[in-house]
Each structure stands twice: as structure tokens, then as C-alpha cells.
């Protein structure tokens, strides 16, 4: 690991004024030579291998007691960003009023790393694709842009097959931003120039010709937390992958209905581990609205939601089990006791 | 176990010590043992950059120069010479450098020490009590719950935590909750029993 120095935020204000000076013009936010740390399980992880390199960590976890409540304020939802993973997937309330968030968070990582990462950096946490994350390959788009993409014709059996471009295939590798997304959430932002809401799918940007540029994020801009709004009892987050546990998406969708007397009011989906960003499959939410959801519905709802999908040569497979999960999860959602 | 760490630095015949010795004996005295471990780890020990750490482990204060670089686990480890907590990955992956701070299990090889003052670090070398071994140390060995070992520091300080977060009720339970700690001898079997084991007496303490 390079040499950092290490400093301790006092208030968010001075955090994003320091963050935002350490950015030179041009430059990306994820090689600015200051990064803010939280839980750290994924900057110091890609320190170690060489993938970020600052020059000095602002440790932001002393905001904890201002960004971390977890509320539920009349119909809304309010989660902190530096809430933990582990303390948010075992909120009651979360459990009973949103199980796709409470299970989007539990079946992630493991227990030590939902006990550090926060929600904040969780959604902010960088691919898992292997030509990324080793520095060894040189062609990178996204460490080293105009390198060229390994994974275009390399080993891609874990990439995706939405939302790629001929630059970048690398999967969004997250859980809980599919909850996000799926549910219509909003971010907090405190930036340079004082706090902002925007809407979370705007976050995360496509990889398209620059997919060295992840996010919507400005220089000095930090999550502080998230909204919700509306409560989601008929909700389900399911998760294929190689190992039970302890492992990311191959397929993942998250679901939530709105039924009432078999028909469907409202219909979010959402997909994980085979999009370049958190994906929202309003295909098949079309679909499915003012519908009565049966086998038939629910097999065109996940044919629609994949239809513009491109498999590669190790990961054609994820489109027919990206398929069958968000049936099943569709299914889940609709035969829940709420 | 103060007494016990204490010992295993200064007694200068672990196999630990001896290693160090060995391979600095070409150019060090041996009289240099104090310092060995500053010795062992070259990457992070530039002295110019050191700044000043308090790690509070197991009860004891500890002050410490270290590079800003330093994580919970090679602190403990090159530093204040407690090396219970294994590096098996050093990316959070494996487990196998689990402890508690305040209480909750972690992975301390992603938790830079700087970042970890003023909490309680608990290692496994912190578990036992006075009168013996910790009831999750005993079920490890009642119920066989490992081959080689290396993997069961970590195994059972989140083992301890799994009992007591709630997570250690069902089989199934204990295999979701226990599989941030890989075990390369797949002693699985073994540490689900021995998890089931020392629940009751760790809920009732």
C-alpha cells in the first residue's frame, strides 16, 4: 500500500471542502488524491491492491451519530448513510415494512463486513471484475481509460449482459442499491455548496465510452443518507450465486408488489449481477401493472426485463437464470402473507 | 492473559521469535530481539511517517508508533505481539483475523488502526477468563471443530459473536452467520456443533 496520511472529519461542511480541493480540475473522484473512508471494506481492500492509491484518508466515521439514524417518519423511510449494513438488515420495522432492503443487506457480504460497511458506501462500492481489480492487466477502460476491456473476449463469466458498451462489461456487484432503485429512493448529498436530494437512479452512471466516470457524484459530495417513500410489506430480494452464502450475484432481482383484490396496483423491479449499474426493469413493471399475475404474465414480465440483454462468451448463461430468479421472485412477492 | 502475552514476548524461545531471529541473524545481533518484530515488516516501517496510536486491547492500554498504513491486525500481530489473530487473505475475505471491537466482530485486516482508537479490541487472547478457557475455546476442542487450525482464532471470536448477535438457534442459523470465516480443512461439520455447544452457557453468561 502507498504511504497516506490519515485525518478525522469534524463536521460534514469542512469534510466536503477538503474533499472538493483535493479534486484537480478534470480529474475523477475515485483517483482523488483524499478519499473519505467509512467502513473501508472496499477502499482499503483496493488500496491494498494497488487499484486507489490517495494520498490521504479522511475518516468520516466520526459523523456517525449525525448520519446513521434509521426512521421511519410518517410514510417515509429515512436511512443514515454511515448506518451499518448489519444494524439496518436487522431493524424490525425494516424487516416487516421492507423486506427487499432487509434482505438485499443480509444476504450480502458476510456478518464481520455488514458489521463495518456502511449504507453510503455500500451503493458506492466498486466492481468486482478481475481485470480491475488486478493492476497486472493492462487493459483496463475503467483503471486506465482508452487501455481497452481483457473482459470483452476474456474470462467474463461473472459480467454483465446489460447496460455493457464495447469499453466496459464490469457488473455493478452490489445488493441493496437494486432495493434502492426498485423502490424509488432518494440520496442526500452534502456537497461544497451545502445539501442536495436526488433521485437514486440518477447515482450510478452507465459505463458507455467513459466507464472511468461511475457515479453522478461532484467533487467533495458525500451521502448522508437515503429516503423511501411509501412502505413495501410485499417485497422480496432473491439472490443466485455460486456458493449459498458469502458470495455476490450471479442473478439477483428485487421485487415489490402492490396487489390488491389479484390485481397488481404497482409492480417494481429491479435487477443485480448482470447490469453495469443498478438496474430498474420498467419493461416488465409495465407488464405487470393493472394486471392479474399468473405463470404466463410472470414468464413475458422476465422475457421483457431481459430482452435487450447480450451474453458474451463465458456469461450468455446469466440471461436465462436472470430470467427464471425474477420469476421466482415475482412469484415470492405475490404469494407473501403481508 | 496480560501475563501470558507478556511472556511470549520477552520468554524470546516461541517458535515465533525464533523465526525472526533466524532470518535477521545474517546481519542483527540477537540481542536486537526486543525489536524484532520492527524488523519483520520492512513495508511499514518507515519511522519518518509514524504517528502516535492508543489500541485499548483486551483491557490493557497500548501506545504505539505506527505508519498510518498499519491495520488492527498487524498491530496486533508486528506490534503488540499478540499473533492469535491469523492474516489469511488480508482483503476481508477469509475471516481468519476476526475480533471484536466494542463488541462486534470485524475483519481487522481492513480496519486500519488509526481508525480503531479508543474502542475495545478483543482478541482471541482476551477470551479466556481466569478460570480457564472461554466455553467456545472448550467446544472447539470437545467437538474436534478444526484440522490445522489456522483458520480458528477467527472462527472462534465470530463464532462468540454469532451466539451472541442471535444468529446460533438453527443449524442453518449458525451455517449463514458463520460463513464470513472460510475453513480450508472444511471443518464445517464440526464448528456447527461446536457452536451449538457453547450457546447455552454463553447466553447464561
Redesign the interface.
Known sequence: MRPFSYQRATDPAAAAQALAAAVSDGHLLTEASMQPLAGGTTLIDLMKLDVMRPASLIDINPLTSAWSAVALDGGDLRLGALARMADVAAHAEIQRNYPVIADSLKLAASPQLRNMATLGGNVLQRTRCTYFRDVSYGHCNKRNPGSGCAALDGFNRTHAVLGTSEQCIATYPGDFAQALIALDASVDITGRSGTRQVAFAKLHKAPGDTPQIETTLAPGDLISGFTIAGRWPRSVYLKARDRQSYEFALSSAAVALDIEDGMVRDARVALGGVATVPWRAPEAEALLRGQRLDDALVQRAAEAAFAEARGRKHNAFKIELGKRVLARALKQAATMEV | MPDKTDASITSGFDRRSFIAGAAGSAVLPLTARAEAPAAMTP?LQ?SS?A?DVTLRVNGETRRLKL???T?VLDALREHIGLTGSKKGC???QC?AC?VLIDG????SC???A??AQDQDITTIEGLAGRDGLHPMQQAFIDQDAFQCGYCTPGQIM?AV??VR?G?ATTDDDI???????ICRCAAYPNIVAAVKQAAPAILKG
Do not use: F, I, K, Q
Not at chain 2, 462486534?104 to 475483519?107: D, M, N, T
Not at chain 2, 451455517?175 to 470465516?181: H, K, L, Q, T, V
Open positions: 513495508a518507515d511517517r504517528v505508519d498510518p498504513r491495520t488480508d482483503h476481508g475471516g476476526t462486534r466482530r470485524v475483519v481492513l480496519t486500519l488509526l481508525a465470530s459473536a454469532c448477535e444468529h451455517r449463514e452467520y458463520m460463513s464470513g470465516n
